[in-house]
């Protein structure tokens, strides 16, 4: 079956670490999305890529980064310099644009 | 620029109540307009969406809404709440043109009381 898929579910970081969230879809899929999700606020978008090695920042761009070197795969890496990490972040993907998205089933980060 | 507004953080109903959940969108665009529904830890699920065509708009679980552009409102009814109901509702607008990406809504946790 064609979905996204997130891994993993449950990541801890330590003060000053980078880690990677995977984000891979077999829906052939131009765009992906990463948004961040916290209590009360909604979901806010992080970066966004319509096409391969091409990629856009959101609205909370600050202290992540990602990478869209394949259409499958879209991680996002947080770094050290994002000073509050935890949260639930996820990822989506759609073709054509505007008609809904597919999400995966998240990564809830904690910080250690 | 566009932008959604969900009335009321937290809406709580009976068993076999009447359901609605309200959002309110701008845009300067012809919008398109989305409902996702989340279960806790898990992802968003797709309810019914609004791009073009009848304003009625039926999706899963016997949910529906109802664009209505005089009133920027793409309200979420069910007229009869299930215990499984119980949920996070995100209601989100995206539009031609603005390079794919919807901009949700702050999100409406629905209570379901037995």
């Known amino acids: 079956d064609g979905g996204i898929t997130q891994s993993p579910k449950y990541l801890f970081r330590k003060e000053g670490q980078n880690v990677t969230l995977s984000c891979e879809q077999n829906?052939?899929?131009?765009?992906m999305y990463w948004y961040r999700q916290d209590p009360g606020q909604g979901l806010r978008l992080i970066y966004y890529s319509q096409i391969v090695n091409d990629f856009q920042k959101g609205d909370i761009a600050e202290g992540y980064s990602v990478s869209r070197e394949k259409k499958e795969s879209f991680p996002l890496t947080v770094t050290s310099a994002q000073k509050n990490p935890t949260a639930f972040y996820l990822c989506?993907?759609?073709?054509?644009?505007?008609?809904?998205?597919?999400f995966g089933s998240g990564t809830r980060l904690t910080v250690v | 620029a566009q932008s959604v507004t969900q009335l009321g953080s937290h809406v709580s109903v009976s068993e076999g109540a009447l359901v609605l959940l309200r959002c309110n969108y701008s845009?300067?665009?012809?919008?398109?307009l989305f409902w996702y529904v989340q279960y806790p830890n898990q992802g968003l699920q797709l309810l019914l969406k609004?791009?073009?065509?009848?304003?009625l708009v039926k999706g899963i679980n016997g949910f529906e809404a109802e664009f209505k552009k005089s009133e920027t409102s793409f309200h979420l009814t069910k007229p009869s709440a299930h215990m499984s109901d119980a949920a996070e509702y995100f209601c989100?607008?995206?539009?031609?043109?603005?390079?794919?990406?919807?901009?949700f809504g702050q999100g409406t946790t629905l209570q379901v009381k037995p």
């Open positions: 989100a607008v995206g539009g031609s043109g603005n390079t794919g990406k919807l901009i």
């Open positions: 845009s300067s665009v012809p919008p398109y």
């Open positions: 989506a993907s759609s073709i054509p644009a505007n008609y809904g998205y597919t």
């Open positions: 829906l052939n899929h131009d765009a």
């Open positions: 609004y791009t073009t065509g009848a304003t």
